[in-house]
């Protein structure tokens, strides 16, 4: 738990870069600081691990006032992703991520292991990587480092600055999802700083809103779309906010569950009284053993194929099929739909296991229910 008190600080020559914030971030929960460039982010996630002290107010970290801990003790059980990341460039990945076990003298072994694990975690192979150095990697991947390094020695607090800033939209996307599954697992406590409100609303279980060194409104996601707590608010999560709900909802909310599906070995007979005219089904996702999403398959390609009447799904099957994971958003899930043109696309879980099926139907529902 991360409590702040009435805080403030101003920096030489008067600026008051954080003025009178306070704010409580439960164990296990994900605050998002977010506001306009100098509104004072930055300075108020230092002064939690105390890089900056407040010059007055009081912070809390499991209910010991911090001021009483030695800074270098307190560090030790917050890791800290820096903006702009700021890995050393003379060092390998392995060597950046190790640094805070390092200093707490963890032994080689252990030190090595734990590097493998989290690189793995991240989706870069170590064998492939852990020698690179961060030249060698493209800005996704040493955010992903920077973030690695944060975990290295499991704290449980991370201090996050702009981790995903200045990447691409689709790496962005990819990384904030990563990290929502990861959080799932570890339920860290975390303070994340942006600047970007869509990644707030998406990501933060509170999200707090800064103004000029102020707090203006700390509240839920939805409380924040909903309920603006005034004007600057309300023109800083902008205009279309039925859509933005959207980010708040996740496709196997919505999905349609056990859509018709057929075995991968099923022959055209079984897919076709599946896809039988008196059923109204004009098509069918095709699964493997577990249930495994294989791909598609339309009533007329069986058809077509049958004519002579022993045609096997395995050769007609269109394995070209984009599917979202169950805990994508709608807004991403419907903005993968108009990109492709679908109508509906299939949600998986995990190992690739159909689970549902989102159309654009299901998506209208929801709108006209967040409108009402
Ligand atoms: N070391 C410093 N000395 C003097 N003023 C500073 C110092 N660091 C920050 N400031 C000022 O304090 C205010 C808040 O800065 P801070 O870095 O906390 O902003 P931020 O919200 O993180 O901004 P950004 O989104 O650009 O990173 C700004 O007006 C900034 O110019
Ligand atoms: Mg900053």
Redesign the pocket.
Known sequence: MIRLEHVSKA???G?N??NDVSFEVPRGEIAILV??????????LKMINRLHEPASGKIFVDDVDTSTVDPIELRRNIGYVI?DVGLFPHMTIAENIAVVPHLKKWDRKRIAERVDELLTMMGMPPAEYRNRYPRELSGGQRQRIGVARAMASDPPILLMD?PFGALDPITRERLQNEFLKIQEKLKKTIVF?T?DIDEAIKLGDKVAI?RK?RLIQYDAPSAVLNEPADEFVADFVGQDRTLKSLRLIRTYEVMDADPPALHIQASAAEALSLLSSSSGQKYAWVVGDARELKGLIARKDVLEADASGDAKIADIVNTNVVSVERDTTVKDALSEMLSYGLARVPVVGPEGRLEGVLTFDSIRKVLARIDS
């Open positions: 920096y030489e020559g600026v870069a954080v506001g306009p460039s100098g509104c004072g982010k930055t300075t108020t903006q702009e700083v600047h800064m060194g």
